[in-house]
């Protein structure tokens, strides 16, 4: 579904390299989730997959399903089925919440030659999917993240992929700042979204995430590259032996 | 050339330019004040550019002799506040139009043609026509308020003498490229009264407006207009009102476009326990200029004041704001805010403010800010990366910077009809 080949990426405004060939293949349906140090270039990945500003890719190809992902404009990306969760989610102030999910519906529906929703339709659907998440229709009628705390702005992040119902998603850190029990919260509303279909990419520091969003494939990436990769057991030996052993094995400096 | 020397060729220019004009003809009071008008812009002079508060606005069109000329802009469009129940009453480039306005009888509600209203040697308008104008003048002088005192022709007089259910709504139309309109209003809201006034359309090429209020004690005026659209035209406006105790005085404008526009507020509180809100959202390109000058004075306790002014600009258009709030000694517990804030859409476009706070009581609140920005391309790249267009992005976060000033709007019904036109004109000047 998604190819991620030989990816090289600068800062632009530092001529700094930050990822030095990435490969990553993520099937239909997978969970890939991404470890790494801070600095290995983890959220750097995620930014250029959803075609922020100030990356510049100096080489390499990004495939979905046979289109070229790295020649799209980040709201075609979307509507291609990318979705980024951010790890701190932008407040916007005097946007509202609803009006901005349903502005963000219907653009990519009509992107993709859909019909938009009715304000009818639509409030049905969020209020329904609103509900599963324990989001509280008071936070709806509120502007964009705009006095929300940590764990309800990961919560509307996960409201938005389900109203969006993208084709792979991306989450930078969605625990981080979170609680046990918003994490488990969140995870929930990520299992739930799990259809066979639908892939993901959890980008983490922790092993406790994946405690509650079973990976197919873990990576360890370091200093731009992905270094290792295995299966859940390797999320296992991080969180018990930490990163310099494998960095080490595999002759990374740490 | 010496200060006086300059003032003495300002006079001299002046009493050139109103040479020949002549003062319209009423009852023995209203001459009175029109001639005391005159007097007091002879001895000010027109505004120039080296004047303090006219630096970063270019007088001379609205001073010469002939108003410049400006395209007549039809549109295909629903007029302003058309869906909400008003009466109506049409000025076409300044001059009254009875046919295309409704009959001026309603409860509560007296209403009456300027012109009508200083004929008659006993009005109740005779005690404030050009006497809030006089206080305006101080600490900053209006000659162009004064002139307009002197040499309406036109305008209405309206008094509340209880809660009028309908919006009494100004329209101003705007029919030959070389009008030069002055408007006078005279609006006295009884104690305990109510009213809503609308005020909507371009009014000429060049248009002089004098809007005077008296609000008595525990009244409330609410007041919205637009102004400017995509035409051509210059006006210079002033809203100039005395507040009594227990009261509400909220305003809000709309300016979309327009070559040069200046709007002037003047309010004093002098009534404790007094609220007072005044608000604008303006947004331009190109050779926009728009210049908001506003000055509250507290002169009672407890009054509460909010100055909250938006501007957008691209396109190499330039926004003024100057403002004060002037807390008087005795006027304790004063609350005063003000803001102004502009977004600029480009590296060509300006804004210039001059923040104020001027205060002499010692228990008061009051605070003043002023920004100048640009979009945040975070906000931006967020909404992109949930499929919003770059486009509608940009629109849907410069409403919601307009959004602070629309709020001060009660009447959901208004801000929803003014949201509509801001995203209308996004849509046509958007990028």
Known sequence: MLEIKNLNVKLEEEDKQILKGVNLTIGEGEVHAIMGPNGSGKSTTSYVLSGRDGYEVTDGTVMMDGEDVLAMEPEERAAAGIFLAFQYPVEIPGVGN????????????????????????????VREKAKSLKIDAEMLKRPVNVGFSGGEKKRNEILQMAMLEPKVCILDETDSGLDVDAMKLV???????????????VITHYQRLLDYIKPDVVHIM???????????????????????DILKAEGVEA | MTRAQQLQRKLDATATRVQGMALPQGAGWANDARQDALSRLL??????GRDEYWRWTRPDTLTVQDAPQAAVFHVDETPMFDAIDRLKIVFVDGVFDAEASDDLTGENLEVMRLSDALATDIHW????????????????????????????????????????ARPVNLIYLHGSETSDAILHHVIKLDAGAELTV??????????NKVMEIDVADGASFHHVRTQGRDHERRAVTHLLATIGKESLFKSFTMTANGVLTRNEVYLEINGDDSMAHVAGAAMGDGAFHHDDTVFITHDAERGESRQVFKKVLRNGAK??????????????????????QA????????????????????????????TVGAIDETALFYMQSRGVGRKEATNLLTLAFLNEAIEEIEDEAISADILSRLEGWLSRHGR
Do not use: W
């Open chain 2, 343 to 370: 977004l600029l859409l480009d590296e060509d476009s300006q804004f210039l403010a001059k923040p104020e706070l001027e205060i002499y009581a010692d228990d008061v609140i009051c605070s003043h800010g002023s």
């Open chain 2, 319 to 340: 926004g003024i704001f100057q403002g004060k709030i002037l807390v008087k000694d005795g006027a304790q517990k004063t609350d005063g805010y003000q803001i102004s």
């Open chain 1, 222 to 244: 370091a200093a731009g590259r992905i270094v290792k990769s295995g299966g859940p057991e390797l999320a296992l030996e991080v969180e018990h032996n930490g990163y310099a």
């Open chain 2, 198 to 207: 609308l005020e909507n359309g371009p009014a000429a090429a060049r248009f």
């Open chain 2, 43 to 48: 001895s000010m002079g027109l505004p120039e």
């Open chain 1, 187 to 201: 995870a929930e509303g990520v299992n739930a979204l799990r259809d066979g279909k639908r892939s993901f990419v």
């Open chain 1, 98 to 125: 609803m009006t901005f999910l349903r502005t963000a519906v219907n653009a990519q529906r009509k992107a993709r030659g859909e019909n938009e929703l009715s304000a009818g339709e639509f409030l049905k659907i």
């Open chain 2, 125 to 164: 308008a005779a005690e404030l026509y050009g006497k809030i104008e006089i206080k305006s003048q101080v600490p900053v002088q209006r000659p162009l308020a004064a002139m307009n005192t002197a040499f309406a022709t036109d305008g209405v007089v309206i008094r509340a003498t209880g809660k009028v």
